[in-house]
């Protein structure tokens, strides 16, 4: 754990060096697709050193100057499975994103879907040593909340303080300076398979690049597709992506619980390429372009060219009704959608005061989807997009970019984490510890 602390600490200060430069790449690595922006800040409050919970001090203005995506190569559940081929798709589109921008990067901060994430929730309370709340008091609740036992192999990739309480008062998002004898914390931990997480590491390091920030996707693509209400007052962030499809549940501007689900628009393409008998390829094309999830009567009269380039003149002019294709893409997508619904229940999300859930994510762009997610999932939902941000190109804008746009404001303004604070580190608790589920309904 004191590695991992160090680890986490260091990546904070090449980050904090790579805004002094003024420039910093950001990765997202997906199962279908890699992006990569450029930002350039702009040294107008340049983020300060001290700490400020929930949003860091000194907020920086950026602006995206560079931005390429390439076809993902190795990745499969969001997990990197061929570093080689990994390495090639990275460097390409970094070297594309570093020409729009017409500057060399050094640092890069990543975010990666998979990895089998858990959450659990923390709590602590101390008896403050004076009368006033002070950065070492904050310190002291967050060493004194007990680790779990979440296993060998694994590693926490996010730990942040999500709510703190002063004698009898809860709620507050910034104790510092307040009058007061004890102060209680809840923090929510999330820990990740270690070996994807060194596995980017090592992508990352093989690319000649610093690695200045680690994040989880489905927590990026929450924080840029959630507006800010939705983020204050309970909200689901499904992102549905290529290898896998990220849920993040987020509660008073913070994220308290996140899973993954291992299945995505890549398992429903592939439905489509063994149903009907045709290359990947042109199943891609097929669920693109006319792709659905609710049929109509309209869609039995409406054919589609499969096309192929086998030779069989025959074979490759065959064509089927766009009703058959919704057949084949249905149930898969339906099954994501249960899955996912059963990590919501398992994390208590209806106990939250709002139950809005946001679709995001390039899955999401199927036609008819909200209206099937509302049948399964409940009644408020609503397609995302990512939060329109500055120099973000046109072809940048859709759902499939939650998770970068989203990375691009955890570079910029990053919520407190557990190892921005001097926390003395000489005694973790073994006691085991539950899901999120019971403290979600304790706490909130």
Not at 91 to 97: E, G, H, M, S
Not at 258 to 277: E, K, N
């Amino acid at each position: 754990m004191t590695d991992l602390y160090q680890s986490q600490r260091a990546m904070r200060q090449l980050r904090q060096q790579a805004l002094q430069r003024g420039v910093i790449a950001i990765l997202d690595v997906g199962s279908s697709k890699i992006a990569c922006l450029v930002l350039r800040f702009d040294g107008l409050g340049r983020l300060s050193t001290d700490n400020s919970i929930g949003a860091l001090a000194g907020q920086s203005g950026f602006r995206i100057v560079g931005a390429a995506t390439t076809r993902s190569r190795g990745v499969k559940f969001g997990e990197i499975t061929a570093m080689q081929e990994t390495e090639r798709a990275i460097r390409t589109a970094l070297q594309a994103a570093q020409k729009m921008a017409e500057v060399r990067v050094d640092h890069v901060i990543a975010c990666f879907s998979g990895a089998d994430p858990r959450s659990y929730g923390l709590d602590a309370t101390v008896e403050l040593e004076g009368n006033v709340v002070t950065e070492n008091e904050i310190a002291r609740v967050l060493a004194a909340c007990e680790v779990p036992e979440y296993g060998a192999g694994r590693e926490v990739l996010h730990a942040q303080p999500v709510n703190f309480a002063l004698d009898n008062r809860s709620g507050l998002s910034d104790p510092r300076g307040q009058l007061g004898h004890e102060l209680a914390a809840d923090m929510h931990m999330l820990t990740v398979d270690s070996t994807a997480v060194q596995n980017l590491a090592q992508c990352v390091k093989r690319c000649d690049l610093e690695l200045a920030g680690i994040a989880n996707s489905a927590y990026v693509s929450g924080r840029s597709a959630l507006v800010e209400d939705e983020q204050e007052l309970g909200a689901a962030c499904i992102d549905m992506g290529g290898g896998s499809t990220g849920v993040s549940i987020f509660m008073k501007k913070h994220m308290i619980y996140a899973d993954c689900v291992r299945m995505g628009g890549d398992h429903v393409t592939q439905d489509i390429s063994m149903g009907l008998g045709i290359p990947m390829a042109n199943a891609e094309r097929m669920k693109t372009f006319y792709g659905g999830v609710l049929a109509t009567g309209m869609d039995d009269r409406e054919m589609i060219e499969i096309g192929g380039d086998t030779g069989d003149y025959e074979h490759d002019r065959r064509r089927v009704s766009r009703a058959e294709l919704i057949g084949i893409m249905r149930p898969r997508v339906e099954e994501i959608l249960e899955e996912v619904r059963a990590r919501l229940d398992a994390a208590g999300f209806s106990h939250l005061p709002s139950q809005q859930i946001v679709l995001t994510g390039g899955g999401s762009q199927t036609p008819g989807l909200d209206g099937l997610a509302t049948r399964i999932l409940g009644q408020q939902v609503r397609l995302g997009r990512p939060l329109r941000v500055h120099g973000l190109p046109q072809s940048a804008t859709g759902p499939g970019f939650a998770s970068v746009v989203g990375l691009s404001l955890f570079a910029a303004h990053p919520q407190d984490e557990w190892w921005d604070f001097e926390v003395p580190i000489d005694r973790y608790a073994k006691r085991s510890f539950g899901r999120a589920v019971r403290w979600i309904r304790d706490n909130w």
